[in-house]
């Protein structure tokens, strides 16, 4: 079956460090992978989108890679920071349709302590 | 910056009525989109609609779901006869026209609470 798993777990980590979270997807071959980050109660922010063809995706403190024989994504921020706090979702587009019906990962919820 | 506006924030409704949840895309964006997200779960796809017409949906999006551009900036997800399991949080995204081979952010509401009696 398709699966789209992100660690469930929440992950604490110190300011200055480094998070990295992951998304692993099976029986799915996405042509990009979207990452959104996601407050309590609030709608889904996008942050990056990483292509097939692309290794890695970096923006400001934030840095996607995207391995398409490991079926499997990982975002970086480094020097975290209290505000980086949140839900991070990854997501795809199962069948590259173009219409852009995304299916996202259950979330992985980042703690950031001063 | 535009942003996607959801309207009501929290909507209570006792199960069988039906409800209209109202959205207002960003204005120069073409593709429009239904998700809900029951608590603690994750974000589903529910409907894409472009060219006013529906794109895709999921099995989630039965009969008892509809969606409608009722004019030139309202995007409407209609519920005939909700049920106990409606009860979530539905947003609403929108996305700028497709670029050739690649694919757009979605900018997503705040969503609408829809709590069922």
């Known amino acids: 079956s398709q699966k789209i798993e992100q660690n469930s777990e929440a992950l604490n980590i110190q300011e200055g460090k480094t998070a990295t979270l992951t998304c692993n997807y099976t029986?799915?071959?996405?042509?990009?992978l979207q990452w959104y980050r996601q407050d309590p109660g609030r709608g889904p922010v996008f942050l990056l989108l990483i292509r097939e063809n692309e290794k890695e995706k970096r923006k400001e403190r934030l840095k996607v890679t995207f391995d398409t024989t490991l079926k499997q994504s990982l975002f970086h921020i480094t020097a975290s920071q209290p505000a980086d706090s949140a839900t991070y979702l990854c997501a795809l587009d199962p069948w590259n349709t173009g219409f852009q019906k995304l299916v996202f990962g259950t979330g992985t919820r980042l703690l950031v302590s001063p | 910056e535009p942003e996607v506006t959801q309207t009501p924030s929290h909507q209570v409704t006792q199960m069988g009525q039906e409800v209209i949840l109202r959205c207002v895309p960003i204005s120069n964006h073409l593709y429009f989109y239904w998700y809900r997200q029951i608590l603690g779960q994750k974000v589903e796809f529910l409907v894409s609609f472009y060219n006013n017409e529906i794109s895709e949906k999921s099995e989630i999006f039965d009969d008892q779901f509809s969606v409608e551009r009722p004019d030139g900036s309202n995007f409407t997800l209609k519920i005939r006869s909700t049920k106990l399991e409606d009860s979530a949080m539905y947003f609403c995204a929108s996305s700028e026209a497709l670029l050739a081979g690649g694919n757009n952010e979605q900018f997503f509401g705040p969503g609408t609470r829809l709590t069922v009696l």
């Open positions: 029986n799915y071959s996405p042509a990009y």
